[in-house]
């Protein structure tokens, strides 16, 4: 059976808890990203790496998981997987620079620019992503999909998907009024949904399938995602959060939690994991690990 | 004929000079990316055009003429064209920043971190780094040909590639002692000759074809484009030249100039400028726009 296992099931991967499924995808991505990165000396590869540790690794997993789905196996889809973490570091490492974020902590740990410095942080995210792009060219997968990969990696990642949507939050500190309920929606839509929506059609690309119902699956769950990420900001602690919380409230900025109130947010968010379980129908019960997903990324404590 | 004309030769470019068939690829590339960017509001998008006017054009004008060698039509080979130079304004802004090389000036006009601010620099970096991806993902090229370019193009760029380069650079500054000339000549392999030589040899990776011969051309031709690089330092004007001179000196940093003496400086370009165009006999007379380009990579005023 082997790769068309969920993740979870697998053997070594001990009793079958959301958590221990996490883990693994984390370790097969930064295995792969290890691997990436051997023998390459400098601080700029150690800082790669560095900055690739710690996380949830939510985005490996759903590419690894939406693979698994599409009857992928897991050396198929783990380039993809340390791709997008990749990406998602370098993402951090820029966002946590003094001219963007300014944030000295991340992950529990000192942020790139802190351990090391500027320039390091700088060429280290700028290096992740092009990681990103090279480890996705390389994976062992026919042409038309990894062309499809590479090509919808960067349509999320470039001006019209991440970088845009960071861009329209730095804008929004500076805006005269607060972001109206929809700017916001479109504003984390590029800025973290466009990457989770990649990681959890990556599968279906992989395979050549409709990748529909995966995409209707991310989007919802991009969004629960941001607004469990507001809900924390208020509620959460910085020591359990591995960062600085309350940033938000303090800086003034309009948050899913100050427009529609922590319980309606809640409730949204709720509401948010029903619609992305629901979008997975078409995969059956094979599609759970996916659902699970779903709900710890709501009710997530970090 | 169309298509398989030198550049220069064709009907609006003029007399043949080797400054037109230049400026044409130059329009070539930039076309393709305000075409990229069009539509795209916000000061990121702005930004990231103002990078890419201005330059050269040398590395996308590479991929045009050895594109026109293998065959290829512009329509096929000006994606490439305008992702190098997307891809190379990336280096240039990010390198630019105050925690790089700090420079207030570029190709005659403020950097983007001073013109914006460095938010809107390290953004701006970021996607032209993307652009370049999606523009090749999504050339109109066959799969297998799209994806050596687009591996080859991440592994030039990355951390063994350009960054890499720049990280040795960076290094160098504080080095204890002045960089060697086989140190010296390994870190602008990396730092500017691995995107040269991409680019002068992305027409056969196009066609399908043997790139070893555009290859040994790039090889050389990156060198030599490096070493008058370090001549103009010494004995150029900034207002010629566009950018802050006589920098390298100023900081006490070893430079092809300062470890051989100008005259065997001027000497050794002369010789890799014979070395490439030798690398093209294959090619014969059809070659000759690229010859050309290699005498006026070594001789430039800026």
């Known amino acids: 059976m082997g790769g068309a296992l969920p993740l979870a099931s697998a053997p070594d991967a001990g009793p079958r808890t959301f958590d221990s499924t996490l883990a693994r995808a984390r370790d097969l991505a930064f295995a792969e990203l290890t691997r990436a990165l051997a023998g390459e000396p400098g601080p700029v590869a150690q800082a790669m790496l560095y900055a690739c540790e710690g996380g949830k690794g939510l985005r490996g997993f759903l590419v690894l998981e939406s693979a698994r789905l599409h009857g992928l196996s897991e050396v198929e889809a783990a380039p993809a997987a340390a791709a997008i973490e990749a990406l998602h570091a370098y993402s951090l490492v820029h966002d946590d620079l003094p001219c963007m974020d300014d944030d000295d902590l991340r992950r529990g740990r000192p942020t790139v620019h802190r351990k090391w410095d500027e320039a390091v942080a700088v060429l280290a995210g700028d290096a992740l992503q092009t990681l990103a792009f090279e480890l996705v060219a390389n994976a062992p997968l026919p042409p038309e999909p990894r062309l499809a990969l590479l090509l919808t990696l960067a349509q999320a990642s470039g001006v019209r998907g991440m970088v845009g949507g960071q861009m329209l939050d730095i804008a929004a500190e500076t805006a005269p009024a607060p972001l109206t ?122």
Chains 1, 2 share one sequence.
Request: charged content about 25%; hydrophobic content about 50%; some cysteine.
């Open 181 to 302: 309920l929809p700017e916001i929606t479109v504003l984390q839509a590029r800025k973290t949904g466009a990457l989770l929506s990649w990681s959890a059609a990556a599968g279906a690309r992989m395979a050549g399938a409709d990748a529909s119902a995966l995409l209707r699956y991310g989007d919802a769950l991009g969004l629960a995602f941001q607004i469990a990420d507001d809900i924390l900001d208020v509620e959460g602690d910085a020591a359990t959060i591995g960062k600085a919380v309350a940033k938000d409230a303090a800086a003034g900025k309009a948050t899913f939690v100050s427009l529609l109130g922590l319980e309606s947010a809640r409730a949204r968010a709720r509401s948010l994991v029903e619609e992305a379980c629901d979008a997975l129908a078409p995969y059956g019960p094979d599609a759970d690990t996916l659902r699970e997903a779903a709900r710890f990324v709501a009710a997530r404590r970090k």
